[in-house]
């Protein structure tokens, strides 16, 4: 299958949307990992200030998101998933750099974010000028009771 960057919207989320959210995260997010959010703890951060959630669609299905939030002069990136069959299409980009202009326009002048060591993402945040900024060791818990570390990665806006 092969998606034309030019059909994929990109439009605001809300409340309404978490079950498509939540299916995009749990197609996205291996369960061994222990990165995935449940829909209580998605529904809660919805409702505080500061809090945006953009989503990627494709003939208007959601097929990923951004969820990110703002704390005085900096964001920080909570979560950007992407359906896998409609990863490695530019989707993943589009929703980051609109993360980032969105922040821009908020008066951010860096982003955070946190990410499992190995992840393939990170090659994605690093080509958008992401750097490691810390590690948190045995951060993510797997289902399975196995723990991985977390990095921290930062941009510094224009």
Partial sequence: MSTDLRMVELVTGTAADITAVERVMQEAFEPRFGEAWTRTQCLGILGLPGIWLTLARVDGAIVGFALARLILDEAELLLLAISPRYRRRGIGAALLRSVMAEARGR????????????????????????????????????????????????????
């Avoid at 946190?114 to 993510?140: D, K, P, S, W």
């Fill in 107 to 158: 008066g951010v002048t860096v982003v955070h974010l946190e990410v499992r060591a190995g992840n393939g993402a990170i090659a994605l945040y690093q080509a958008h000028g992401f750097r490691m900024t810390g590690e948190r060791r045995a951060y993510y818990r797997g289902r399975n009771g196995e723990s991985f570390d977390a990095h921290s990665y930062a941009v510094t806006l224009d």
